[in-house]
């Protein structure tokens, strides 16, 4: 059993920052892609944020290019979003994703969600 915790969303103004965790545990042989969605209230799809191989070479989404970062501490099976200059219509629920492969299955995990909230 794999499971992906996210933790570091809240409420935060215009123009600051926050930083969001998510960390896979469990049965774990590798950890391909991982990566951030976003899913805004209204919404029914899930959008990109960004993603990053398990060598480091990330993507980012062209609305939070310059503004956000994503990372990860292979050692810790941990991504990390940092996200600065945020901005209203960043409002959503942030959910982490991972390819993961357990035994002789490569699955596709998502995590709970973390909500974010950005207004003055």
């Known amino acids: 059993q794999v499971q992906l915790v996210e933790s570091g969303g809240g409420l935060v103004q215009p123009g600051g920052s926050l930083r969001l965790s998510c960390a896979a545990s469990g049965s774990i042989s590798r950890i391909y892609t991982m990566a951030w969605y976003r899913q805004a209230p209204g919404n029914q799809q899930r959008d990109l944020v960004a993603n990053i191989t398990s060598d480091g070479n990330a993507n980012h989404a062209d609305i939070v290019k310059g503004r956000f970062a994503i990372s990860r501490d292979n050692a810790k099976n941990t991504v990390y979003l940092q996200m600065n200059s945020l901005k209203p219509e960043d409002t959503a629920v942030y959910y982490c994703?991972?390819?993961?492969?357990?035994?002789?299955?490569?699955?596709?995990?998502w995590g709970q969600g973390t909500q974010v909230t950005v207004s003055s």
């Open positions: 994703n991972a390819h993961i492969r357990t035994g002789y299955s490569i699955v596709n995990y």
